[in-house]
T-cell receptor, first 116, second 115 residues
Framework: GAVVSQHPSRVICKSGTSVKIECRSL??????MFWYRQFPKQSLMLMAT?????????EQGVEKDKFLINHASLTLSTLTVTSAHPEDSSFYIC????????????FGPGTRLTVT | AQSVTQLDSQVPVFEEAPVELRCNYS??????LFWYVQYPNQGLQLLLK??????LVKGINGFEAEFNKSQTSFHLRKPSVHISDTAEYFC?????????????FGTGTRLLVSP
């Protein structure tokens, strides 16, 4: 149980285009989902907290107009990287918090974005 | 604000040897502590967590960790490692004053197990 999927697993896009990444909780409802970014050989940095039905809360230094987050249902959150640039290339990981659980986050397998 | 320090970026060890991965945290309030494992190009898998109660926590795959409040540490141990334990290990903390909502991760320790 408590499986989180991400799609796509890998994506390559041209500079200036937008890319959407989906995060789904497959067998549970998640009122809260989190989006992280991981640079090579570095730790995960929280980008934003996504709550179902409300606006996402972004961490300091994260551009909300560049990284659009939508959490339209209890099982789906999306991250759209708008007007992507090579410096946006990274590994993006989402996690979902089990409804009612105390900070029990389940992580997706990640999406590797390469911007050329 | 909380922070997590994993002093060892890489720990090489021989198969069947014991291992300890160190984690220290800094926080002025109550915390929850976690260890996650990440295999190449994958997401994170929870190994174990400390919320309250017994300071010795047992997790999956034979790992355990001990919470030491006075030393603000949460070191991860395994008495005998396998080749398959080769991975990146992250210590993480969440604070009471964020409702234990946010996870702050350490920089990770790469465990390299060789035959």
């Amino acid at each position: 149980g408590a499986v989180v999927s991400q799609h796509p697993s890998r994506v390559i896009c041209k500079s200036g285009t937008s890319v959407k990444i989906e995060c789904r909780s497959l067998d549970f409802q998640a009122t809260t989902m989190f989006w992280y970014r991981q640079f090579p050989k570095q730790s995960l940095m929280l980008m934003a907290t996504s709550n179902e039905g409300s606006k996402a809360t972004y961490e300091q230094g994260v551009e909300k107009d560049k990284f659009l987050i939508n959490h339209a249902s209890l099982t789906l959150s999306t991250l759209t990287v708008t007007s992507a640039h090579p410096e946006d290339s990274s590994f993006y990981i989402c996690s979902a918090r089990l409804q009612g659980a105390v900070n029990e986050q389940y992580f997706g397998p990640g999406t590797r974005l390469t911007v050329t | 604000a909380q922070s997590v320090t994993q002093l060892d970026s890489q720990v090489p060890v021989f198969e069947e040897a014991p291992v300890e991965l160190r984690c220290n945290y800094s926080s002025s309030v109550s915390v929850y502590l976690f260890w996650y494992v990440q295999y190449p190009n994958q997401g994170l898998q929870l190994l174990l967590k400390y919320l309250s109660g017994s300071t010795l926590v047992k997790g999956i795959n034979g790992f355990e960790a001990e919470f030491n409040k006075s030393q603000t540490s949460f070191h991860l141990r395994k008495p005998s490692v396998h080749i398959s334990d080769t991975a990146e290990y992250f210590c993480a903390v969440s604070e009471m004053n964020t409702g234990f909502q946010k996870l702050v991760f350490g920089t990770g320790t790469r465990l390299l197990v060789s035959p």
